[in-house]
């Protein structure tokens, strides 16, 4: 359902209840709803606060429904796991633990203290703290098997993760193995499970050196996904029309690609290569279209935190195309990539703020609009919660599927409405955004430039646009540079001091001086004089006015040094794209 309707009409019941003074326990389904309502708009604070609210009643709950306690707490641990709360959530699991020994009922509890274990299993993982996990993770199947006497494809699943995350790729194999084989046993199994459970063994085939078996599974994988790779996947309606494309599909594209890259420093073919690339390419337009599709702002973080595992091998790739011809469309792409990987939610959510607020589109209809990808997105959960379980109704499913395709096809009706009543409106929520750099290059003055800072696994990149040109350099070794900037930014608090010595005056220049010849190399600032900084990581911290154009040697007061701000302008911009927005609202 629509999640805001949802969190309106659960209110106004719980606000009733408590108006006739009902105790809690009679309307616990409806307190459930209201958090996970919260939960999945991306509500996480409200749903926290909520769940803590009933979690402090704890004292009002009979024997008889003592179960609720536990439960409560895994919610809570959720919440605070998606908050990153971690060692929260891990003492609302171990309170969530005790609790449910004196449930008396045993079916409720085995069933809480599965999940118990299992979302112990995965907070310990998101944590880094793999033994821990790997050790829940055979807690919970023991009570899987306690439960139904055998595993299923889920539980090996979990398991197989784990050891991949914590790069034991001979176990993760053994686990994924066992995975595809439940799987593929069944009569009617899942070809989009298949292909997730196929892709990640090709992966683990693949970091094990065993390119043969990465193949044959890259193959299954790609058979059962059906994206083909000729597919240009370049606006939401070619996504739309793929079956069920999920964070999954993602993944598994990604790792198509890493295959195909693998294949091309092995043969030195270039086709392989060429197929990497469109493989990422797939993957990272399809983030963008899952960026529009999904409700919850915790699911498209868990989008973007899965694409950067993949963000370094992909502008690698590209940045040995650039260099080779240093051609202006594959710059674009480039850019596209930094501008896309820069916090892509926020920028997705000032867009499309801004957008509403010049479309003058009514609010009935925005309403409808997010009312179809609430109602999909939910059936989307129920059909995959369903699929997971020990018994499942073909019919339930079956039904849920059509009652999703029916969706889709009200939906793309709805949107064709949209292009033909309010067309500036659709055109831009509903094609997949592309960076105009003629734009960009336009609003710059010729003594402008555009300083594009980003970073892979190790190295700080820039990618430098000025009215005229275009190029990428590499600024220095990350780890390096971030402790340069970190001992930078403690001399800086010592300058505000009234008394310093010669050895502190001496330390600043050297190190504001050092980074000044690293970020900011004479071809990004000889003849310009407006510089436009889009930072990364802690380089968002430092003001680039106080570098030293200079060494200053024999200068000994602060006073006299040549810092930038003295011949350059500075100004800050979060992204490429986002500054060009801000000067077409100004103009």
Same mark, same amino acid.
């Given at each position: ?70 439960? %409560?707490? !895994? ?45 112990? +299993? ?17 807690? +919970? ?30 176990? +993760? ?106 493989? @990422? ?43 080779h011809d240093s051609s202006q469309e594959n710059f674009q792409t480039i850019i596209q990539l930094i501008e896309d990987n820069k916090a892509i939610t926020l920028k997705e959510d000032i867009h499309d703020k801004t957008l509403l607020a ?6 009935? =209809? ?5 009312? @179809? ?5 939910? %059936? ?12 499942k109704d073909s019919s339930t499913i079956e039904q849920w599927e059509n009652k999703i395709t029916e969706l889709r096809r009200d939906y793309a009706s709805f949107q064709k409405t949209l292009e033909q009543e309010y067309p500036n409106y ?25 300083? !594009? ?6 190295? =700080? ?17 990350? !780890? ?10 403690? +001399? ?70 040549? @810092? ?7 100004? @800050? ?15």
């Amino acid at each position: 359902s629509n999640y805001l309707k949802a969190i309106e009409y659960q209110e106004k019941a719980i606000r009733g209840f408590k108006s006739l003074n009902i105790s809690f326990i009679n309307y616990y389904n409806n307190i459930f709803t209201l958090m996970d309502s919260y939960y999945l708009k991306g509500e996480m604070d409200l749903a926290l606060s909520t769940c803590k609210t009933y979690v402090s009643l704890f004292d009002s709950i009979p024997e008889h429904s003592n179960w609720m306690k536990s439960d %409560l707490l !895994n919610h809570l641990a959720i919440y605070q796991r998606e908050n990153e709360q971690f060692e929260e959530a891990i003492h609302s699991l171990n309170q969530a633990r005790k609790l449910s020994k004196e449930i008396s009922d045993q079916g409720f509890r085995n069933s809480i203290e599965f999940t118990t274990l299992q979302s112990m +299993a995965l907070t310990y993982r998101k944590m880094g703290q793999y033994e821990k996990s790997i050790a829940f993770c055979e807690l +919970a199947n023991t009570k899987q098997l306690q439960i139904s006497n055998k595993l299923f494809a889920h539980n090996y699943m979990n398991l197989g993760q784990t050891y991949r995350e914590n790069k034991e790729y001979q176990k +993760a194999l053994e686990q994924y193995k066992l995975a595809v084989d439940m799987h593929s046993s069944k009569k009617n199994f899942s070809p989009k499970f298949m292909s997730s459970y196929s892709v990640r063994l090709a992966y683990c085939y693949l970091k094990n050196d065993q390119l043969d078996s990465a193949l044959v599974h890259y193959k299954e994988a790609e058979k059962y996904l059906d994206i083909n790779l000729d597919l240009p996947l370049k606006s939401i309606d070619e996504y739309s029309e793929l079956n069920s494309f999920n964070l999954n599909s993602i993944l598994a594209l990604s790792w198509f690609a890493e295959i195909e890259n693998h294949q091309a420093k092995s043969s030195n073919n270039p086709e392989f290569k060429e197929r990497a690339l469109r493989r @990422y390419q797939q993957a990272f337009n399809g983030s963008k279209y899952l960026q529009k599709e999904l409700i919850s702002k915790s699911s498209k973080y868990l989008l973007n935190k899965n694409l950067q595992e993949n963000f370094s091998n992909y502008f690698h790739l590209l940045l040995e195309k650039y260099e080779h011809d240093s051609s202006q469309e594959n710059f674009q792409t480039i850019i596209q990539l930094i501008e896309d990987n820069k916090a892509i939610t926020l920028k997705e959510d000032i867009h499309d703020k801004t957008l509403l607020a010049k479309s003058k589109v009514p609010e009935a =209809v925005i309403q409808k609009e997010e009312s @179809y990808l609430s109602n999909i997105n939910t %059936l989307k959960i129920k059909l995959h919660k369903h699929q997971v379980q020990s018994k499942k109704d073909s019919s339930t499913i079956e039904q849920w599927e059509n009652k999703i395709t029916e969706l889709r096809r009200d939906y793309a009706s709805f949107q064709k409405t949209l292009e033909q009543e309010y067309p500036n409106y659709y055109s831009q929520k509903y094609e997949l955004r592309k960076i105009n750099l003629e734009s960009i290059q336009e609003k710059l003055n010729l003594k402008d430039v555009i300083l !594009n800072y980003f970073t892979t696994e190790d190295t =700080v990149y820039c990618l430098l646009l000025s009215k005229n040109k275009h190029s990428v350099f590499k600024v220095g070794e990350k !780890n390096k540079l971030l402790k340069d900037v970190e001992a930078y930014l403690e +001399a800086l608090k010592l300058t505000r001091q009234k008394a310093t010595n010669a050895d502190q005056l001496r330390a600043f220049k050297e190190l504001s001086h050092r980074l000044y010849l690293q970020l900011l190399p004479q071809e990004t600032t000889k003849g310009n004089k407006r510089l436009i900084i889009s930072p990364t990581t802690k380089l968002h911290y430092l003001p680039f006015e106080t570098l030293l154009e200079n060494p200053d040697e024999g200068k000994s007061n602060y006073k006299e040094l040549s @810092y930038l701000i003295r011949s350059k302008s500075i100004e @800050y911009a979060f992204s490429s794209d986002l500054w060009l927005e801000s000067k077409s609202a100004n103009a």
